[in-house]
């Protein structure tokens, strides 16, 4: 037993010394250099929400956000938008006015990085980030309804992400309030099982990364095999097909398009699942309700569709993401940036 272990062990250093050098010369997929520490700050600290519950930012606030893969600062202005500038109702200078939740809002992306700043720079000209990280097309259709379609802009970019944006209608049933209670008690029961090994996965994968070399080859390992894309995302984001709830969410979609009489820009936003699934099953979600009806959308209120995974590097995917979560990484601002101003300028 003694042996096996001591096998083990010498195993395990030389594993780790191996992936030290390969990380060195950048011959992984991924090649990060471990943080050695478990530091990190509260996700989300600079979030409030109105008395509808729509959720918004702190106003002349600045924190900031530590993960395993980033350290960034925050800072909102006088309405509560990601910018260093303050927007004001009087501003007789046209700008263009950005909606959207976590990819707008620039989550874990410094201040200069992140898309509105990029397209600002390039264009010269002023974008209203309104984008608040965890909100649907619900919430952010009353946030803009309620303030920032009282600021002085003549176009609009709308960024839709079809994994987390859709709505379901709230409606009225005989049931009491404790029998509802019940029923989503007993869901969070039955999936208890599943959430605590997806728990304690994380967990260890998270000590591997932010403590050893060695998981730069797990992780690249794993990307090669697609054995992180196993999770049963085939009915959901861009392969969703509720129709229900589809309709409902478009609902809000298009009264925030045709609210304001300006340009408008929407823009379809993948994740990392969405991206693998698509190139391993090429299931044609064109062809599904979702798609068609966004579609439709953009025709009926002139407005200018952007579908992301039509431009997609599939060799490239792990690029586009953080490493250490599901959000656009600076590479992938770049990236998407990029793609807009190349549909902005020939428009």
């Known amino acids: 037993m003694k042996k096996i272990l001591f096998f083990f062990l010498i195993f395990i250093i030389f594993f780790e010394i191996t992936s030290v050098i390969f990380t060195k010369f950048e011959l992984f997929l991924f090649n990060e250099t471990p943080k050695y520490s478990f530091k ?44 260093h500038n303050d927007y004001f109702i009087n501003d007789s200078e046209k700008s263009i006015m950005l909606i959207g939740d976590s990819f707008a809002e620039g989550f874990g992306i410094d201040t200069e990085k992140i898309f509105a700043k ?68 007993l869901i969070f029961n039955l999936n208890t099982l599943k959430y605590k090994l997806f728990f304690y996965k994380f967990k260890f994968l998270d000590v591997l990364a932010r403590f050893t070399y060695s998981y730069n080859f797990i992780r690249s390992a794993a990307h090669l095999l697609d054995l992180n894309s196993k999770n049963n995302f085939e009915n959901l984001s861009y392969f969703y097909q509720n129709e229900e709830n589809i309709t409902y969410t478009f609902n809000f979609l298009e009264n925030l398009i045709n609210y304001k009489n300006v340009k408008s820009y929407i823009v379809i936003i993948p994740t990392i699942y969405d991206i693998v699934n698509f190139q391993k099953n090429k299931i044609n979600y064109k062809n599904l309700y979702w798609y068609k009806e966004i579609n439709q959308i953009a025709k009926r209120n002139n407005s200018i569709l952007i579908d992301l995974m039509d431009f997609i590097d599939f060799n490239e995917k792990h690029l586009y993401f953080h490493s250490c979560d599901g959000h656009w990484s600076e590479y992938g601002n770049k990236f998407v940036s990029d793609i807009f101003l190349e549909k902005y300028n020939s428009n």
């Open 40 to 83: 990190k700050t509260s996700v989300n600290d600079w979030l409030v929400k109105d008395e509808k519950g729509n959720p918004s930012h702190k106003k002349n606030y600045k924190t900031t956000h530590i993960s395993r893969c980033f350290e960034v600062e925050y800072i909102f202005n006088n309405v509560g938008a990601r910018d």
């Open 118 to 185: 990029i397209i600002e720079k390039k264009i010269n000209k002023k974008v209203l980030n309104f984008g608040v990280s965890g909100t649907n097309t619900k919430q952010q259709n009353s946030n803009y309804i309620n303030f920032g379609s009282k600021l002085n802009f003549d176009e609009l970019i709308y960024f839709f992400l079809p994994h987390n944006d859709y709505s379901k209608e709230i409606k009225k049933i005989k049931n009491s309030q404790n029998d509802k209670k019940d029923v989503s008690f």
